[in-house]
């Protein structure tokens, strides 16, 4: 072990590895860097044999559809979009969330803000804005022994846009027997239940006794079994009752332990190393990327345990009340992070209709209008008008084949780089550990 510690203790010792990168890059040499990603199709952004680990993920993404004679920004794509991690060669994924949250952006909004783990930069006129373009990076680490394989698929009806980075390491020896895997877990619960929701925050109504029984009704950020240490979360809440949502205690139960919890805390907003409410701001370890005071209805927060993991050796279940006693009824999602042996237990994800955020009100975004809301014309359509619906009818079917068919060869060049991309990180591999 080196004389020289602390969080770039590292960079001053010299270590046998090799840096390498998966990423969007034309292959042609051009400057058309985007995948494009057909809708219901996944594709494969990194597949890495190891021993390695990746080091950095970047991303930004742009996703557009067509109404009426306007092309809009989709303004839930970034709940379509799942992202899925996998480590040496496991069944099931380690890693399933929605790519917005995923970087701590909920809702399917965006904002920049700096965590030591997770950052967004978003340029002013984008931020606060539903399906906004957003530069996205993650740092934490993500060791795999055999093998690493990051996907992103498409639940939209659409294509959308994908850059990204993918950095990492390879190493010769294997990694340690006591290595933890990156893991993250998107959960939502839209509403939450209640008791009774229209109790007032703060109210003496509200001030009930939580106790055993009633602890089982807080909303679940995470369930995991294994060893291992759990790293933080993001929440995002978005609130019905337009009072504070808050004053709900975390309570983490470790190894199967019944109430009280080793970890009980005293409100939802001090779990979140905030006070009286929560405040716009982003530090290292806790903050809000989504702030109701610039969004009314809406907040995604983040608190992250670098620097006091919360270990188990059998199980964990991190756990929140929504108000007190859990008489708010609104809908919550989070995404959970943790560092835990292999396997673990199988999670998967809700269906995509059942990701997608709620808008509160008028804010914004353009309605898409189903077929007979519309009130007819009185006394019906002339010759001149049925003869102009026919023909905007057929611009829009040649419109849509052209793009069809644009999308489909763009589809297949993002397949192909795919597998490109594989081809050259086992080359990267073979070259560096001198095989033939």
């Known amino acids: 072990m080196g004389m020289i510690s602390g969080i770039f203790g590292?960079?001053?010792?010299?270590?046998?590895?090799?840096s390498a990168r998966s990423s969007s890059w034309d292959h042609t040499?051009?400057?058309?860097?985007?995948?494009?990603?057909?809708?219901?199709?996944?594709?494969?952004?990194?597949?890495?044999?190891?021993?390695?680990?990746?080091?950095?993920?970047?991303?930004?993404?742009?996703?557009?559809?067509?109404?009426?004679?306007?092309?809009?920004?989709?303004?839930?794509?970034?709940?379509?979009?799942?992202?899925?991690?996998?480590?040496?060669g496991q069944a099931h994924p380690s890693v399933v969330?929605?790519?917005?949250?995923?970087?701590?952006?909920?809702?399917?909004?965006?904002?920049?803000?700096?965590?030591?783990p997770f950052t967004s930069s978003v340029r002013p006129e984008q931020a606060y804005k539903f399906g906004g373009g957003a530069a996205l990076n993650c740092y934490l680490p993500m060791p795999f022994n055999r093998h690493a394989r990051i996907e992103v698929t498409n639940e939209n009806d659409v294509p959308y846009r994908q850059y990204f980075y993918v950095d990492y390491e390879l190493y010769r020896q294997d990694l340690p027997a006591d290595t933890a895997y990156f893991h993250a877990q998107w959960r939502r619960v839209n509403p939450t239940s209640s008791w009774d929701s229209r109790v007032i925050v703060n109210s003496p109504e509200a001030d009930v006794?939580?106790?055993?029984?009633?602890?089982?009704?807080?909303?679940?950020?995470?369930?995991?079994?294994g060893q291992g240490h759990y790293i933080g979360c993001n929440i995002s809440v978005t609130n019905f009752q337009g009072t504070w949502w808050g004053e709900g205690d975390d309570m983490i139960f470790i190894d199967g332990e019944t109430w009280p919890?080793?970890?009980?805390?005293?409100?939802?907003?001090?779990?979140?190393?905030?006070?009286?409410?929560?405040?716009?701001?982003?530090?290292?370890?806790?903050?809000?990327?989504?702030?109701?005071?610039?969004?009314?209805?809406?907040?995604?927060?983040?608190?992250?345990?670098?620097?006091d993991p919360v270990r188990f050796a059998k199980s964990i279940r991190v756990t929140m009340e929504h108000g007190h006693g859990n008489h708010s009824a609104?809908?919550?999602?989070?995404?959970?992070?943790?560092?835990?042996?292999?396997?673990?237990?199988?999670?998967?994800?809700?269906?995509?209709?059942?990701?997608?955020?709620?808008?509160?009100?008028?804010?914004?975004?353009?309605?898409m209008l189903a077929p007979g809301t519309?009130?007819?014309?009185?006394?019906?359509?002339?010759?001149?008008?049925?003869?102009?619906?026919?023909?905007?009818?057929?611009?829009?079917?040649?419109?849509?084949?052209?793009?069809?068919?644009?999308?489909?060869?763009?589809?297949?060049?993002?397949?192909?780089?795919?597998?490109?991309?594989?081809?050259?990180?086992?080359?990267?591999r073979r070259r560096w550990l001198g095989e033939a």
């Not at 904002?111 to 030591?116: I, M, P, T, V, Y």
């Not at 006794?209 to 079994?225: D, F, G, K």
């Not at 849509?400 to 993002?414: F, H, M, N």
Request: proline share 6%.
């Open 10 to 18: 590292d960079l001053t010792r010299v270590r046998d590895a090799r």
């Open 29 to 88: 040499g051009r400057n058309a860097d985007p995948w494009v990603i057909a809708p219901g199709q996944t594709v494969t952004l990194a597949d890495i044999e190891g021993p390695g680990c990746i080091t950095h993920i970047w991303m930004t993404q742009d996703c557009r559809r067509t109404v009426v004679d306007r092309v809009v920004t989709d303004p839930d794509y970034y709940r379509k979009v799942v992202v899925r991690m996998y480590w040496d």
């Open 97 to 116: 969330a929605p790519l917005g949250d995923f970087f701590c952006l909920g809702h399917s909004l965006v904002n920049s803000f700096a965590s030591l």
């Open 209 to 225: 006794a939580n106790l055993e029984a009633e602890s089982r009704a807080n909303y679940v950020i995470l369930e995991a079994e």
């Open 261 to 307: 919890p080793s970890l009980h805390g005293t409100g939802s907003e001090d779990y979140f190393s905030q006070a009286w409410e929560n405040q716009e701001t982003a530090f290292p370890m806790c903050g809000s990327t989504i702030f109701e005071g610039r969004k009314p209805g809406y907040q995604t927060s983040y608190r992250f345990h670098l620097v």
């Open 330 to 367: 609104n809908d919550w999602a989070s995404t959970a992070y943790w560092y835990q042996t292999l396997p673990g237990v199988p999670f998967g994800i809700t269906p995509v209709a059942e990701r997608l955020p709620i808008r509160l009100g008028d804010l914004g975004v353009l309605p």
């Open 374 to 428: 519309i009130p007819a014309h009185p006394g019906g359509a002339n010759a001149e008008m049925q003869l102009m619906s026919a023909r905007h009818r057929q611009k829009v079917v040649d419109r849509d084949a052209a793009t069809a068919a644009e999308s489909a060869r763009l589809w297949s060049e993002a397949q192909q780089w795919s597998q490109e991309n594989t081809t050259q990180a086992r080359d990267v």
